[in-house]
């Protein structure tokens, strides 16, 4: 609804300026016509000639010039610098803020919905006559939907948009959680929670481009732990919730599902409502279109639809988030240490039934309980935001419009990385009734915090480093990270039960181990890699240096 205002909003500006200025368009489209009318071979000579009109952004300022090409027989919409207010990145500031508060609430309802059974696993399995580590499949499909959903989604919003890859892929997660909580058989059960998570794979692959949409560097060092703890807290605090079910006998477990779906309605609501379209290539596109008709004239086009049709499109993009995820090196390394991350968080699922429930006697809300040590560790690190905002602004020399070398962002990583593989051997050695369960939530604490600095700086690395394939490359990221935790929840049960608590965690803190150095490594290789990368952007040497369209890169 709102991206439907927006539109509308942008066809009366441009009406409005047509009529204000409307001797100087005439002149582009008598020049243009002029131009295509030449029958000999001898042009005009009119090459990127800026137009002396330009056009108002939602605010009401002035916005986006058009340029006029003899060559290429168009008149290019685009904006005409870093300060239109036509870009989103100019909006106000309580607009900016509005819009990440609804895309964090889609974050939230979506990334709970995985975790929202995770509880009532013993009362399902015997509801739907399957063993509980089948019941575990509720889980790994939602990942595996999530896992197959990303291939598509990048492409799909740089194809058609942020807002309506966000709006109708909830409004389709909505009638799956609304299966699955109808369901009467296990295999409608499973197929629904599959479709979840592939309808979910929009809002969590995708949700950092659209950061990226609106803020440019050194403000998304503020943004992005927002933007983590939204993602990386539900699948802890929905166990709590579904803990409180279970421990029910007067409560059927399916409330988990109906609970996730009256949130999920709710925020759905929200966004429709509110969420506007924030993907300048698809904005400039609506403005054209504008232009054309209220002109008469086919002159005006943008760059988006000029490029290619909506199918060739998606033949382009979409064997890019393969390509990213098996030739691009910083998506492997970065890939590798989230895997692991996203490993532990699912399989936690069950193992807290090992580590807390079984070991200290606990009762399903007690156990479901103790998640809170990892939301309070990511949120621990999320209050550091203003810091790392102020050592952004304090690299980037105050510098207005000041880019920053990827690897600044790898900061909140190496400081906190050595702690993974701390926090799981600590997490599985005091594992014992004798020692106090305060060590263990200790231990998630720290897992909290590595979980939320790990994500802040995969993506921020990942979208200051391939620009405009970002949407592309966090999906393949995420893509990734998903299929494989969904495979490993479901040996997650059988390890613990046939290795225990202590061998789990030491072997998976001996993984970590060995990928505590990715972060060091990426940080002293990074430029190098991005140099034979197609698709990576590559700066200029040297602290404040310009690059070649002018603006200042500041080396990390």
Same mark, same amino acid.
């Given at each position: 609804m709102w991206s439907f205002h927006q539109y509308r909003q942008i066809e009366k500006e441009v009406q409005h300026d047509w009529q204000k200025k409307r001797l100087p368009h005439q002149r582009d489209i008598e020049e243009f016509n002029l131009c295509n009318s030449e029958e000999s071979n001898i042009r005009l000579g009119l090459q990127q000639t800026q137009s002396p009109n330009s056009y108002a952004s939602p605010g009401g300022r002035p916005s986006s010039a058009q340029h006029l090409s003899a060559k290429e027989d168009h008149i290019l919409v685009e904006t005409a610098s870093d300060n239109d207010p036509f870009d989103p990145r100019n909006w106000s500031l309580l607009s900016r803020a509005k819009n990440v508060a609804i895309i964090s609430l889609l974050i939230f309802v979506q990334a709970w919905a995985g975790a929202s059974d995770s509880q009532t696993n013993s009362p399902a399995s015997k509801f739907y006559h399957v063993s509980q580590v089948a019941e575990n499949l509720a889980t790994a499909m939602y990942l595996f939907g999530i896992g197959s959903g990303c291939l598509f989604v990048g492409p799909l919003s740089e194809s058609i948009g942020r807002n309506p890859t966000y709006l109708i892929s909830t409004f389709c997660y909505l009638f799956f959680v609304l299966g699955s909580a109808l369901s009467e058989s296990f295999a409608s059960h499973i197929g629904c929670r599959y479709f979840i998570g592939v309808s979910s794979s929009a809002t969590l692959g995708i949700n950092g481009a659209s950061v990226k949409d609106m803020f440019r560097p050194v403000k998304r060092a503020f943004v992005f732990p927002v933007i983590a703890w939204a993602n990386v807290v539900p699948?802890?605090?929905?166990?709590?919730? #579904?803990?409180?079910?279970?421990?029910?006998?007067?409560?059927?477990?399916? +409330?988990?599902? +109906?609970?996730?779906?009256?949130?999920? $309605?709710?925020?759905f609501v929200i966004a429709f409502l509110f969420l506007p379209e924030t993907y300048v290539p698809i904005l400039l596109d609506w403005k054209a279109k504008h232009l054309c008709r209220i002109t008469g004239s086919e002159a005006y086009v943008s760059a988006h639809a000029k490029n290619a049709s909506f199918t060739a499109r998606m033949k382009q993009t979409l064997p890019l988030s393969l390509t990213f995820l098996f030739t691009e090196p910083v998506i492997m390394v970065l890939g590798s240490f989230l895997v692991l991350l996203y490993i532990l968080l699912f399989s936690f699922l069950s193992g807290f039934d090992y580590i807390f429930k079984r070991t200290y006697a606990l009762s399903y809300l007690q156990s479901g309980g103790c998640f809170a040590g990892i939301a309070i560790g990511a949120t621990a690190f999320t209050l550091f935001a203003p810091i790392l905002y102020t050592w952004a602004r304090r690299h980037a020399e105050h510098i207005s419009g000041a880019h920053i070398t990827p690897e600044f962002r790898l900061w909140p990583a190496l400081v906190t990385?050595?702690?993974?593989?701390?926090?799981?051997? +600590?997490?599985? +050695?005091?594992? /014992?009734?004798?020692? #106090?369960? /305060? #060590? $263990?939530? $200790?231990a998630c604490f720290c897992f909290g915090i590595v979980l939320a600095a790990m994500y802040v700086s995969a993506y921020e690395y990942i979208i200051d480093s391939y620009g405009e394939h970002a949407a592309i490359a966090l999906a393949s990221i995420t893509m990734v990270r998903y299929l494989i935790a969904g495979g490993m929840v479901l040996v997650a049960?059988?390890? /613990?039960?046939?290795? $225990?608590?202590h061998w789990a965690m030491t072997l998976l803190g001996c993984v970590a181990t060995i990928l505590t150095p990715g972060p060091w490594l990426l940080f002293k290789w990074g430029r190098r890699l991005r140099e034979r990368s197609p698709y990576a952007k590559v700066y200029g040497k040297g602290e404040g240096q310009k690059n070649a369209n002018g603006e200042v890169w500041l080396q990390g």
């Open positions: 699948p802890v605090l929905a166990p709590i919730v #579904s803990g409180w079910v279970a421990s029910r006998i007067d409560i059927d477990f399916r +409330w988990t599902e +109906w609970i996730t779906l009256i949130i999920s $309605g709710f925020v990385a050595p702690l993974l593989p701390i926090s799981l051997f +600590w997490l599985g +050695w005091t594992n /014992y009734p004798s020692i #106090s369960i /305060y #060590s $263990g939530l $200790g049960r059988p390890m /613990y039960e046939r290795i $225990g608590v």
